[in-house]
């Protein structure tokens, strides 16, 4: 079974960026369609963006659509999640997910990332 181990993250002032990576570790990521999730204190996780394994196609919520830009180099083994215009809102842990098996938009994952602090001041 694939590890995810991600990285990135931190406290940045709205308006800012930050990256987000997670590498897998174990098998090729190819693979996997992969997707991001939030969730912030006394909210449940929520969907941010997914890929698919080649990285043809990409999906996105809505309250990131613009913002968020999510890609993948597969000779690395890596997902990436760019984070523009950040707001305070956008303040969560964030997951990366994977799963080899299922349609981009399935809903189902079977390998979760250790999460990941973002924290956006405003």
């Known amino acids: 079974q694939v590890q995810l181990v991600q990285s990135g993250g931190g406290l940045v002032q709205a308006g800012g960026s930050l990256r987000l990576s997670c590498v897998a570790l174990?098998?090729?990521?190819?693979?996997?369609?992969v997707g991001w999730f939030r969730q912030a204190p006394g909210k449940e996780r929520e969907f941010v963006a997914r890929i698919s394994r080649i990285g043809s196609l990409t999906d996105y919520a809505d309250s990131v659509k613009g913002r968020f830009t999510i890609t993948r180099d597969n000779a690395k083994n890596t997902v990436y999640l760019q984070m523009s215009s950040l707001k305070p809102e956008d303040t969560a842990a964030y997951y990366c997910?994977?799963?080899?098996?299922?349609?981009?938009?399935?809903?189902?994952?079977?390998?979760w990332g250790q999460g990941t602090q973002v924290t956006v001041s405003s």
């Open positions: 997910a994977a799963a080899d098996y299922g349609p981009l938009w399935s809903t189902e994952y079977n390998a």
């Open positions: 174990g098998r090729a990521f190819s693979e996997y369609r």
